[in-house]
């Protein structure tokens, strides 16, 4: 091993400092509260920089959850205390570097201890640990100690100084005699007044003070991390421009933005207390809401079948409908306990959309039992009714099996309602998608400006019919919950598509058929659902596209595999970048008038969806229509801000006892 020397190894900063400059950071001591995400990027940025000396305090160890941020966190330290496995990466860095450890963390009884012979606190604590927080600060302003903050927000961070004599962590922030959320509130807006961050916070629910968590990125911990070690180099160097509270800064790299704030009186600026109360309603509302309760968030799953269950469970279904149970019937054998909903769904036609959702389910298993190794199988059970078909997936190993390419897409593909960019799918964006559905299926692209009016404009019609059916309307009034950006077992109204206007006039209306009718007679209710959910998106997409089976499905087992093909091809356009959206309404229509099935006892329905169903012969041919199994929009876009979710794996898994 090389011998260390102090200015070979740091050598690459002069330049931006003096030679002088670096020899003072050699002798300067730093403290360090808190080795989690900011906390050990700050000590590997600021032993980086040169500082000679620190002080470090941490009481917790690392953990799995720690991985997505946090500098020492890798599976070699897990169990292992922070300030140990960060005071070692440090001393890797520069072995004469003189470090104090408090192994217990910091509190009112040790922080002078904490702090004796600091130049300089820099915070990294937990943002949940507010008392902590404030014996520290407190402290500094007693010592006449700088004090720096810099919080990870979203993919940014805010910066906060409080110097000697200046104002007091205390007078900008208000914290004393407040309830925790009132103190957290009021940490969060006095670190970024203009909030940056929070236009693009996709799942809200992920935020739930209670249980003190709250998302994070690592990019934010390492801006955090250039722009605290900036201003500490400031600071100890007395050069540079440096703000102190009641101004600061925020940076937020998604949104591009640069932000100086200044909020005279802390907390107790008129601006402030406006922010305060929107933050306190919102936060209300998010508790109302059950926005605590974090998705996806579960005790790790111990058997290979409930993993493969747990990942199948993401498989599209009408409406989110899931007409499945599972049942882990034992080691390698699970059996799917299939449903339909023709007996009170219209759109259910024989149970064929539901068997489609079953072979999309079945298709989940065995894209996922790749990702452990094993080959999935599945037979059918013959004896089962057709209403209620039930299927036995059988595993087995298969080391030299590679995970799925699919696999990872399984949880993220969605459904997008809303308008997508017009570009062309590329020949080989299309390629890989007629790849996909495999032999039997083929794909027919409807392209184009003119191909995507033909489609909007039949689309726009049979949602017409499809809004005015009294046999819909029950379906409509159960698949949709109000109020919600996601859902488990329904459609959340934030991802229909429509502006909040429009829901709010469809909320108003799914109250009765009467307000329906009312509605759709003196009002043209149908119209701006219609315009918004059908014919913008369907002009404004790369494409739309036919699933067609060598012949028309008729059979259980037919639907079954047309499932398992759309799947495949839905997991390849989300690999690819692409978004879709199911128009199975003009397919629908069109095999009840092939079929002669009675849907309604309206009968002017069965003159429009006879329209329906001519019109799609026209626009996709007469025996494509035929073959059709399935129907939608594709092309490029943001994904989905909100979508349906799935029935717990709790829920979904029944035991002997429950058949």
Known sequence: MPSFHYETAFARNIG??????????????????????????????????????????????????????????????????????LAQMALDINPELQLRSFGDGVDAGNVDDFLSGVDLYLDALDFFAVEARRTVFGACARLGIPAVTAAPLGMGA???????????????????????????????????????????????????????????????????????????????????????????????????????????????????RLGLWIARRQLARFGRDGAGQAPGLMEPLRTVEEKIVDRARWAPSGDNTQPWRLEIAAENHIVVHGSDTRDHVVYDLQGHASQIALGALLETMIIAATEHGMRATFERRTDAPE?????????????????????????????????LRTR???????????????????????????????????????AGLRLTLPEAYPVHK????????????????????????????????????????????????TLLPRIEMELI???????HFLLLGAHRCQTVDEFVEAGRALQRFWLTATRLGLQMQ??????????????????????AMYGRARRVSEELRQVAGDEEA????????IGEGSVASSRSRRRSIDDLLISVAQR
């Open 16 to 85: 931006w400092l003096s030679h002088e400059e670096q020899q003072l950071l050699r002798a300067k001591r730093v403290a360090i509260a808190g080795m989690g995400g900011v906390g050990g990027s700050h000590l590997v940025t600021l032993t980086r920089l040169g500082i000679g000396a620190f002080t470090l305090a941490d009481f917790d160890v690392f953990e799995l959850a720690n991985f997505n941020r946090q500098a020492g966190a890798s599976t070699a330290t897990v169990g292992n205390p922070k300030v140990d496995v």
């Open 537 to 543: 998106p369907g002009i404004a997409c790369g494409a």
């Open 626 to 633: 035929d073959r059709a199994a399935f129907m939608g929009r």
């Open 387 to 419: 209403t209620t078909p039930t299927f036995d997936v059988h595993l087995s190993a298969a080391p030299a099996t590679a995970p799925h390419p699919l696999a990872p897409f399984v949880p993220v593909r969605s459904v997008q309602r809303r308008a």
């Open 158 to 272: 805010a910066l906060l100084n409080f110097l000697p004599g200046k104002m007091t962590f205390e007078e900008y922030f208000r914290l004393e005699g407040q309830e925790e959320n009132e103190q957290l509130l009021r940490f969060l807006l006095g670190l970024s007044p203009a909030m940056l961050q929070r236009t693009y916070l996709v799942d809200p629910t992920a935020v739930d003070f209670h249980a003190h968590r709250g998302p994070s990125t690592p990019m934010a911990c390492e801006l955090c991390a250039g722009v605290a070690a900036t201003e500490v180099a400031k600071i100890l160097l007395g050069r540079g421009r440096v703000f102190c509270a009641p101004r600061g800064l925020q940076f937020d790299a998604y949104r591009n933005k640069l932000t100086r704030t200044w909020r005279p009186g802390g907390n107790r600026n008129p601006i402030q």
């Open 478 to 525: 159960q698949v949709i919950e109000w109020n919600a950006r996601y859902s488990d077992d329904r459609i959340p109204d934030q991802a229909l598509g429509v502006d909040s206007v429009t829901v709010r006039l469809m909320a108003w209306a799914m109250q009765s058929w009467k307000r329906v009718r009312f509605l759709n007679r003196f009002f043209a209710g």
């Open 424 to 462: 062309p799918l590329t020949a080989r964006e299309k390629a890989e998608l007629e790849q996909a559905v495999g032999h039997g299926f083929e794909v027919r692209w409807i392209e184009g400006l003119r191909g995507r009016l033909q489609v909007a404009g039949l689309a726009f019609r049979s």
């Open 582 to 603: 199911p128009e199975l309404t003009p397919l629908i229509f069109h095999e009840y008038m092939l079929d002669g099935v009675r849907f309604s006892a309206t009968e």
